[in-house]
């Protein structure tokens, strides 16, 4: 089974408690809790797709590498996630050309075009990915590949988003439970940053503290570069060995 992947951006100077309840609401499956950016909500009303959590299929982006996050997702039903072959956010800013910018209608046609359901998502991922490189590990590296899985849709150099497969899972269905954590990786400190937050607003208290700090300490790592820690992981350990 292929495994979804969520990354935050950079801590800014000032944000550590808004930055440890995003990544805490992350790696507890609190998704609903989350609010939706400017940027994000304006692709939502614009593609018309509703409220979403978004991850991207098999890799990471250095775009949002200070926290990265690897799910796993079992028997979720097919009518609450959709799967694209780019970064919808990004097609709606104007970030991803089809040789001439897209109209609203047209990239509202592409999105419906091009949202795979979940049961069907693997096999044109995969069969994209053959195509295009050597190894599935290229495409978690981040080289472009040969084409875009969508004809006609250019392949920019300048941003992997538009080449990277995004997951939308719809929000407020209370369908987490079929979400696990696997693994996270966090830049250099972050860590105790959170687990410093944790304890001052009292997140937890006496044994149910403990049993979630140990299984912290087990599944999250302080690394220098989250981005090619997971990649490492996923081309370590890749459970199917399918590549």
Known sequence: MLRWIGGM??????QEIRWSRSMHRRLTLDFDSMGQGERTREAEDGLGLGENAYFYVERSSPAFGDCVILYR?????????LVSPFDTGGLWHGEAYRGEMLTPEDKRALVQEYSFALSGYEEHFVAWVDECYSSIGEYRQGIEPTRHAVEGYAVPDSDDRQWTWEVRLRKRRG???HLAVERGYLMDGRRATYVSWMREEKILTGEQRRKYLQWLAEHVTDVGTPV??????LDTVDEDGRR
């Open 73 to 81: 997702a079992d028997g979720l039903p097919d009518e609450h996630a």
């Open 228 to 233: 090619v820690a997971m990649r490492t992981h």
């Open 175 to 177: 369908i987490y439970t």
């Open 9 to 14: 951006r950079e801590l800014e100077d000032g």
